[in-house]
């Protein structure tokens, strides 16, 4: 699966906060011409999303195996892979 991370070197978290913070929602508003709630929406989420390492501490709470991600984009997203494990009734 392909989520929203954090990137692991604080400044540059920071910085692109910042950027999706105000830039963000501004471009947001005149794409859409006055609505820039989509793009507020998506901050939150970025916000509060966990850390890519958090979410794979998740996967494996949950029993998944063999789980990994990997960081794209200096991390502002990571692609996590896990497998379940083989006789795990489907839900």
Known sequence: MLEASNIP???LQTAYLAYMSVCMPML???A???DASAYRYLLHGIREFPTAENLADELRLHGFEDVAFERQSLGIV???TARKPAGTPQV
């Open 9 to 11: 070197w604080k400044p």
């Open 28 to 30: 947001g508003w005149l």
């Open 32 to 34: 859409t011409g006055g």
């Open 78 to 80: 990571a692609i996590h």
